[in-house]
Nanobody, 123 residues
């Protein structure tokens, strides 16, 4: 089992920045795929960004490419999402996710999820 705990959400004005953190514990390993999803009110959960513990390969949804950056700190078993140039449409609950075997993406179904952290961007 893997436990994921997000933090760092909050209220920010459009154009501002936030940094989300995800602390992983349990049976994590360098082979895990990690990432972030988000869900806005009345919308389906959508993929935001992904990374593998053991590499620097990252990938993003088109809607956040160039504005968001995913990174990880293996020593701290943590994954981060740096969000810049935030827009009101970025408002959502952001979830950290992990899977041992499959890269995270728009059509993936990760095995592990955090509880989510609210991000609200005011116009």
């Amino acid at each position: 089992q893997v436990q994921l705990v997000e933090s760092g959400g909050g209220l920010v004005q459009a154009g501002g920045s936030l940094r989300l953190s995800c602390a992983a514990s349990g049976r994590t390993s360098s082979s895990y795929y990690m990432g972030w999803f988000r869900q806005a009110p009345g919308m389906k959960r959508e993929f935001v960004a992904g990374i593998r513990w053991s590499s620097d390969i990252t990938y993003y949804a088109d809607s956040v490419e160039g504005r968001f950056t995913i990174s990880r700190d293996n020593a701290k078993n943590s994954v981060y999402l740096e969000m810049n140039s935030l827009k009101p449409e970025d408002t959502a609950v952001y979830y950290c996710a992990a899977d041992r075997f499959r890269p995270l993406g728009p059509y993936s179904a990760p095995s592990y999820w955090g509880q989510g952290t609210q991000v609200t961007v005011s116009s």
